[in-house]
Each structure stands twice: as structure tokens, then as C-alpha cells.
């Protein structure tokens, strides 16, 4: 069954430093996702992914999907505090929608 | 600006006790979702609901859960005989027709004790 492996598990970074958090797939993707979750506040959307060499930007976020459509990537830049919180990636386990598997999640702190 | 409300934030219930969880999802959506995630591991999918009728289901969503959407604005997830591992974070979501982001609710914590 298809899995989705994320990296780092958690990470600590310095207020304005880069960062990049990585979601591998053992299949080809459909479509890949990235969620944001922060304690109550439910889940939300960042970027969604479908081609192979795909990239996309959204203010200092940045997610790239490989050619091979099975590994993501998120770069943020010049963190800040409000990007603290759990990054989750998500990709279709099949062509129709949102019937998605999710990676771990990778905890971001912010520190000032 | 638009969202998905799930309610209640949280329910704790007995087990073998039928527990509704209520979502309302985003009102021009057509596409609806549950999802769960129990403490400490990954989300999982459940189900997914358009056109009135279930359109994807996961090997979770067995006979003891059921979904429904009674009166076009409220989206329903039943689980009828709860067990103590069925305690997790529920979410709900919607999306339109045509939309690649999916809305998500707050969630619903349900324990089982």
C-alpha cells in the first residue's frame, strides 16, 4: 500500500533562517497536498501539486513536486513565528480526489 | 469569510453509546469528507459523500458508521456502538466543484471512555 514518509519529524529553527520539509512517496502520485495544522484551528490548505516538476508559491512558502511525482518539498523563507505548527502532506491514493493518505506531519518552532 | 463548523468541539461518551457528530459544511460545496486522526498517529480518510450519496469509503468506515445529510446544510457522521478506539479527532471537510482545496472544520475530539 502506498505510504507517505515526511522528514524531519519536528524541527527547531531561529526566527528569519530557511527551512525545508520533505514528504516521499513509495508510489507515483496523483496529487499532493500541503496542510498546515495548529491546535484547534483544524487543518489548513497550503498548496496542491499535480505535475511532475511543479512548483508553486504562496508569500515565503514554497512547495516543488519532482518529475518523478514522488517526493515534495516545502521551503519557507525567512521563517517567522506564525509559520510554527505541523506541516502535513497529503497525496490522492487514487484519481479521484481527496480520498487521501497523509505523512506524519513535521512540527515547525519558531524560536525568536 | 466561509468555513466548515464542526460541532460539538468536544464529546466524550460511553462506550457502546451511538454518538452523532455534526459538521456544516461550506454552503455552495459540493464534495463532503470525514476524516479522523487518534492521538498520535496520521490522518486517515473515512468517507466521502456527493451527490447525496457515499462516493469513496475506507476499510475504517465499516457497518458501524454511517453518514448522512439530512436537510442540505448539515453533513452527519453517526457512529452507532462507539469502542474505546474510535476515540480520536474527527474532521469534516468540503470542497466545490472544481476547487483543489479542500476546507476544513476545527474537528471534533471524541473520547470513548
Known amino acids: 500500500s502506498q505510504e507517505l514518509e515526511q522528514s524531519p519529524q519536528s524541527l527547531i529553527v531561529q526566527e528569519g533562517k530557511n527551512l525545508t520539509i520533505n514528504c516521499t512517496s513509495s508510489k507515483t502520485l496523483y496529487g499532493l497536498y500541503w496542510y498546515k495544522q495548529k491546535y484547534g484551528e483544524g487543518l489548513i490548505f497550503l498548496m496542491m501539486l499535480q505535475k511532475g516538476g511543479e512548483e508553486k508559491s504562496h508569500e515565503k512558502i514554497t512547495a516543488k513536486l519532482d518529475e518523478k511525482k514522488q517526493q515534495s518539498s516545502l521551503h519557507i523563507t525567512a521563517s517567522q513565528p506564525s509559520h510554527a505548527g505541523i506541516y502535513l502532506c497529503?497525496?490522492?491514493?487514487?484519481?479521484?480526489?481527496?480520498?487521501?493518505?497523509w505523512g506524519a506531519g513535521t512540527k515547525l518552532i519558531i524560536k525568536p | 469569510e466561509p468555513e466548515v463548523t464542526q460541532t460539538p468541539s468536544h464529546q466524550v461518551t460511553q462506550m457502546g453509546q451511538e454518538v452523532i457528530l455534526r459538521c456544516v459544511p461550506i454552503?455552495?460545496?459540493?464534495?463532503f469528507y470525514w476524516y479522523r486522526q487518534i492521538l498520535g498517529q496520521k490522518v486517515e480518510f473515512l468517507v466521502s459523500?456527493?451527490?447525496?450519496?457515499?462516493?469513496?469509503k475506507s476499510e475504517i468506515f465499516d457497518d458501524q458508521f454511517s453518514v448522512e445529510r439530512p436537510d442540505g446544510s448539515n453533513f452527519t457522521l453517526k457512529i452507532r456502538s462507539t469502542k474505546l478506539e474510535d476515540s480520536a479527532m474527527y474532521f469534516c471537510a468540503s470542497r466545490p466543484l472544481g476547487g483543489t482545496e479542500a476546507f476544513f472544520g476545527q474537528g471534533t475530539r471524541l473520547t470513548v471512555v
Open positions: 497529503g497525496a490522492d491514493r487514487f484519481k479521484s480526489n481527496y480520498q487521501l493518505i
Open positions: 459523500f456527493y451527490n447525496n450519496e457515499i462516493s469513496e
Open positions: 454552503s455552495n460545496h459540493l464534495y
